[in-house]
């Protein structure tokens, strides 16, 4: 808590950065250019010099790769390259997704959609917190010149702008996508720290902070914060992933295949999943497919071999998913598995699911059991309920009624064409 106080020795050492990387641009962007510091803005004025000056310049930021990441990217490109948008608009990505986005000839739509995509300019997000907020704070000087920068990822960027905003009031308009708000959590030390900084940033900045899915939360912040800065933002389906993708198994068969994608973690259920497998006897399949955090690989590979030793049929495959691999796993599944620990998070994989019809078993609290009920998406339960879960895996009679059952509506209200205008606005 102590490097939220201005006095502090680590708020000291990163107001010096803050100092050494040129921050008296906040007040002078013109000056900006004369500075010798490595870090340069990315948007050059006269590179742009034919764009017309009553339109904003905006930069849309994401650095990271997994979970939405990739996906977002590419839906975003999609829908400026076909809309006739007045804007100057660059999109800074990681160079993983870059290299996906230019296999798919978006790079050809950018010189058409009047965008830019940029790769390699910006530091990844991660470390430590220090490292974090360092590499923030450098990204952020690169982009200070657009009138108006979207992080996809604004948790990765809450420190640094908090520091920005408490020694410097930003010239620059901001918005971004708030993860795992936690308005359904009770106070803790972690969320003090995280309403200071809120607080903070809200009142010093011009911003807009988005919420994907969840009206409750977007209530409950603007009512504490005394703001309206908060925002529902619908968490968009992406059905390109589909277009060319079509079942690989037969459609006649005895046994039903569960399936765990995405993160796999240890917050998402994967022991509570595994548990229940084992105590189901079930002679259904069982898919675990996706990126294993480290700290759990070992421990999660161990227990899958043990449990494919037993005669179960379970394969797990621990790799980051291509576009094409994950959309062939959920169309290949009969049961997605969504058991997650946490009450406060909404999941993308959701909308993969009720999009191809796939029933889902997912937890009674929270936003993600609020949105699975409502919408009728499949079954709930508390995935710490082992025996409920197990039987639930055992039983397959359930399953046909829940899919007949799936919500169009909770599509329908998904698409990026809604998601782009609502950022962009």
Known sequence: MAWFDRNSQASKTLYKIIQESGSEIM??????????????????????????????????????????????????????????????????????????????????????????????????????WFEITFKAIRNIKKLQLYDNIIFLNLNAYLPALYLISKFKTPLFSFSGILFNPHVRKS?????????????????????????????????SLNKKYSTDAFEVLPDPIPKFYYSNIHPLQNNVKKELSFTMIGAISNRKGIYQFLKAI??????NKFIIAGSVNKENANLIAEKVRKLSQAGIDINL??????????????????????????????????????????????PNYGLLGEIIEKYDLGVTLNPRNVEKFAELIANNSWIEVAKNSVNDEFIRKKTYSVFFQKLIK
């Open 187 to 219: 106070n803790s030390n972690k969320n003090f720290l995280r309403d200071h900084v809120l607080q903070t940033v809200i009142t010093e900045a011009n911003c807009r902070i988005f919420i994907l899915n969840d009206k409750e939360a977007v209530y």
């Open 317 to 362: 495959y621990n790799k980051f998913l291509s576009n094409k691999e994950f959309a062939q796993f959920i169309v290949d599944s009969d049961v997605i598995v969504m058991p997650y620990l946490t009450d406060g998070a909404s999941s993308g994989i959701l909308g993969h699911a009720a999009y191809n019809k796939k029933t889902v078993i997912g």
């Open 27 to 128: 007040n002078k962007p013109d000056e900006y250019h004369k500075s010798s510091y490595v870090t340069k803005p990315v948007f050059d004025p006269e590179i742009n010099a034919k764009q017309d000056e009553k339109y904003p310049r905006i930069a849309i930021v994401d650095t990271q790769i997994t979970g939405h990441h990739l996906e977002y990217i590419y839906g975003l490109c999609n829908e400026i390259s076909k809309n006739n948008i007045k804007n100057r608009i660059d999109v800074y990505c990681d160079e993983h997704i870059y290299e996906y986005i230019k296999r798919n000839d978006l790079s050809a739509l950018a010189e058409e959609g009047n965008f830019n995509i940029k790769s390699g300019v910006l530091s990844k997000i991660e470390g430590n």
């Open 278 to 283: 084992k105590f189901s006897k079930s002679n």
